[in-house]
């Protein structure tokens, strides 16, 4: 393992790097390859490769029971699932989305002509800050959409007593919190219902994937129509749909990876202690931590650069890339500063003070096995730049 002692020892500086291969934030996790292959025979044996097959049914009743829910509905990708989910529930006009997620949560409204108005962040959560969202509040807001960002638990029950007051909808973006609980409860059984992604970067994959959990038999049932145009059996259409179906060769890798899911969490565990490990009293950063209420998957190792350091954030981050550590900067710049949002509203970053701070801070580290061979390495990075000079 190489040593980094002074800013000499960088490969930014020309030294060579950390690692041969570069090491990514979100490498796919992968169960029983042998247990896939069969499953995949099957699928080639049974000539039945998407459109309701049995292993999407397999999966969504595995995943109903795993959340202790009524209804699992599969879908293509976490976008689709996110955009089927907002037009069953009816939402329109205004509805209020944090900027700091990944910008497909405000895309799945935008492509549906819903203005995401964005509301600022509690910065010690990353999530909504319940206030900030009652004071988006207009009269043409239908709904609200939190996020369990990092697969911490959004303000789940003061969302929905804010809903309930301003008879609004309320859902969740649960697309990082697969595997996760709150207070005893599994993440996936909140508001009227949540999104899910199985994308490959996710704690959980299909490859590409996602779905809607929800105890309501009526939107499930809407949402089964829409994912497949609109059809009750052959020539039957009585919906407005669009195609949003998982194809089975998804679901088999859904179910493999289902089976060691356990596996992943205990890895990403391991990787997120060696980062509170190497960051424990290092002044210059602090790890994002998990409350002791929840119960989480660990899937991303979220560092947080102290305020004098944001200025080297990009520095930091360039440093880290030299050592084949590809670090992210998830999600800067917020939604609000990517288009078409900058140029619909230019003054959003006004009332989104820290979304705009935590946004500057943020890296974003690879995680999982990848962080236990790395954690050592980007403290030492980091501590290059914690001493005045600029690395
Ligand atoms: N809501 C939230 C809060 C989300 O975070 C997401 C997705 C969604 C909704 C939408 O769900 P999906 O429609 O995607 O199901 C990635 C993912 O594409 C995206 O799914 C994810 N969030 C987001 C956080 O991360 P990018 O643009 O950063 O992807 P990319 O291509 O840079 O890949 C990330 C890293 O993963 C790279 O360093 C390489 C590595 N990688 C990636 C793939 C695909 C691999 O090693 N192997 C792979 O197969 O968005």
Redo the contacts with the bound molecule.
């Keep these: 393992m190489k040593t980094i002692r002074s800013s000499a020892d960088l490969a930014i500086n020309g030294a060579p790097p950390a690692f041969d291969e570069p090491l990514?934030?979100?490498?796919?996790n992968v169960g029983d390859r042998a247990r896939f292959m069969e499953l995949t025979d099957g699928i080639l044996d049974r000539a039945w490769l998407t459109n309701d097959g049995p292993l999407v049914r397999e999966l969504e009743a595995k995943i109903a029971v795993m959340h202790g829910m009524r209804h699992c509905v599969a879908m293509c990708?976490?976008?689709?699932?996110?955009e089927i989910a907002i037009r069953a529930l009816g939402m329109t006009g205004e509805v209020i989305v944090p900027s700091w997620?990944?910008v497909?949560?405000a895309h799945a409204l935008h492509w549906q002509a819903i203005t995401p108005v964005f509301a600022d962040i509690d910065p010690a959560t990353h999530n909504l800050d319940p206030e900030a969202v009652r004071r988006m509040i207009t009269p043409r807001t239908t709904g609200i959409i939190g996020?369990h960002?990092w697969g911490r638990p959004a303000p789940v029950d003061q969302l929905q007593a804010i809903a309930d007051e301003h008879g609004l909808q309320l859902m969740f973006?649960a697309?990082?919190a697969f595997g996760c609980s709150h207070s005893g409860r599994k993440i996936g059984g909140f508001g009227r219902c949540e999104?899910l992604?199985?994308?490959?970067?996710?704690v959980f994959n299909t490859f590409?994937?996602?779905a809607v959990l929800t105890d309501d038999d009526e939107l499930a049932e809407t949402m089964r129509l829409m994912r497949n145009f609109g059809f009750v059996g052959y020539d039957n259409v009585v919906h407005p749909g669009t195609n949003g179906k998982m194809p089975e060769i998804n679901a088999a890798m859904g179910l493999v990876n289902l089976e060691a899911l356990p596996t992943f969490i205990e890895v990403n565990r391991n990787g997120h202690a060696k980062y509170a490990k190497w960051l424990d009293g290092f002044e210059g950063a602090s790890l994002l931590s998990y409350d002791t209420s929840s119960e989480p998957n660990y899937q991303y190792i979220v560092v947080e650069l102290q305020p004098e350091l944001e200025q080297k954030r990009d520095m930091i981050v360039q440093a880290l890339h030299a050592e084949n550590i590809?670090a992210?900067k998830?999600?800067w710049p917020g939604c609000h500063r990517m288009l078409p949002y900058r140029e619909l509203n230019p003054h959003a970053g006004l009332l989104l003070r820290n979304t705009e701070q935590v946004a500057r801070r943020v890296i974003v580290m690879p995680g999982g096995e990848w962080a236990i061979k790395s954690s050592s390495i980007v403290r030492d990075v980091m501590q290059c730049f914690c001493g005045g000079g600029d690395g």
Excluded: C, M, W
């Design positions: 990514h934030v979100g490498r796919p990708n976490g976008t689709i699932a996110l997620t990944f497909a949560t996020v960002l973006d697309a990082h999104v992604s199985f994308h490959a970067t996710k590409e994937g996602g590809l992210r998830y999600f």
